[in-house]
């Protein structure tokens, strides 16, 4: 991935695709089923939820494409910074939940401090994957680890700085492209710590194929 902000005109509509949170391999059916691209809003669609939290979603948050195709995020709104990680199979949204912000029934963070804390986000089989460490110093959810692409350390031409997005005026808007070479599951979420850990602004992406028996995440 080379540096400086990537901005891809996309000419045509991807499949969107969404699935069930994987349990263990996939069949043929499912594999000759999945599509080779899919595009997911990275934010809200506009125009966009009030209060602003409400838009901090994945749209779909999930979904499923063929080992080797490519997911394409378009970044609506402002703040966010993009990451992937692997996870195990066995890992649901719940999983993940579980270990963020509480909400009303809202969908509101009950505290708006917990975003500051040191967490350590674990997969369904206990795993580490993001360990966020105190903000201060961490101002963004930035560990290295495993992780496939970090977008506001790595694309933005000012190091650390947030993509600003698709405005409500509209325009061309901010797309990123990550192809997978892996089948697995993988957890894309915003590095913005505000946006994931309180919340909740993740989803997941399931790529099938025929390397499952070598799958690094078979663990």
């Avoid at 190091?159 to 797309?175: D, N, S």
Wanted: glycine share 10%; with cysteine.
């Amino acid at each position: 991935m080379t540096s400086g902000r990537t901005i891809l005109a996309v000419a045509a509509a991807f499949s969107l695709a969404a699935v069930s949170p994987m349990a263990g391999g996939q069949d043929d059916k499912d594999t000759n089923k999945a599509p080779d691209n899919v595009l997911i809003e990275f934010g809200s669609p506009f125009p966009q939820p009030a209060p602003a939290q409400l838009s901090h979603v994945l749209v779909p948050d999930e979904a499923t494409i063929r080992k080797d195709g490519t997911v394409t995020l378009r970044v609506n709104g402002g703040g966010h910074g993009i990451a992937i990680y692997p996870v195990s199979r066995k890992t649901t949204r719940e999983d993940i939940t579980a270990q963020l912000c509480t909400h009303d029934s809202t969908g509101i963070c009950t505290d708006a401090a917990f975003a500051n804390g040191d967490h350590t986000i674990v997969d369904g089989k206990g795993h580490p994957v993001i360990v966020s460490g105190t903000n201060p110093p961490f101002q963004r959810l930035d560990d290295p680890t495993d992780r496939l692409l970090g977008t506001a350390t790595q694309i933005d031409a000012v190091p650390g700085a947030f993509h600003p997005g698709t405005a409500a005026a509209g325009g061309a808007g901010t797309f990123m492209s990550f192809r997978f070479l892996k089948t697995g599951r993988y957890l894309i979420i915003c590095m913005n710590r505000g946006h994931s850990l309180n919340d909740w602004m993740f989803g997941f992406v399931n790529v099938v194929g025929k390397d499952d028996d070598d799958d690094q995440q078979n663990r």
